[in-house]
């Protein structure tokens, strides 16, 4: 995908946040995987590459990078015990009745309308794919995964909406 960035998209800021969720362990393919599952029902011979090109769409994007950037912070300092309480204690241990790690990957699904909610709620209640290891690996003491879940099933579920615009 080699098109001239339009003013939504922030090219340097795309390297930065596909480092840190490598660095958290979720690769661009991983979330790409998610996508293809979501829609592959939807679209004749849907096929990974294509999958990957709209995730690479979804993470250009600046409102999606400001979103990933912060969950993935939060993560980290939770992890590191640099929250204060009880913030600390309810992100540690991803407890159920928070529900900002949610509305916070809304600001990504939400660059592609209706379509992204619809599909983000149904990533989320699946657990699909990567997600369902990285909830499990959340649990961990040292790991906390609260946000980063969320992000990725959120850009999954952008991406899958992407295609349902181009292709439905
Ligand atoms: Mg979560």
């Known amino acids: 995908m080699d098109r001239t960035p ?7 800021k795309r390297n930065v946040v596909v480092e840190r ?16 599952d979501l829609q ?3 679209v004749d011979g ?14 250009r ?12 912070e939060f993560d980290e300092l939770a992890e590191k015990d640099l929250l204060s309480e009880p913030l600390l204690s309810i992100i540690k241990n991803d407890y159920s009745l928070y529900g900002i790690d949610e509305i916070l990957a809304l600001a990504i699904v939400n660059v592609y309308g ?21 909830d499990e690996d959340g649990k961990k003491a040292d790991k906390c995964h609260t946000f980063l879940d969320d992000i990725v099933g959120a850009i999954a579920a952008a991406a ?4 349902a615009h181009r292709y439905g």
């Open 40 to 42: 592959h029902p939807y």
């Open 46 to 59: 849907l096929d990974h590459d294509t999958c990957l090109d709209h995730v690479e769409r979804v993470v």
């Open 160 to 163: 899958a909406s992407s295609i």
């Open 114 to 134: 209706t379509i992204g909610f619809t599909n983000f709620g149904y990533v989320d209640k699946k657990k699909m794919g990567i997600i369902k290891s990285l």
């Open 6 to 12: 339009s003013r939504l998209e922030d090219l340097e």
């Open 21 to 36: 969720m490598q660095k958290r362990g979720v690769e661009l393919s991983d979330i790409a995987d998610i996508t293809l």
């Open 61 to 72: 994007k600046r409102e999606v990078q400001h979103a990933i950037l912060t969950g993935l």
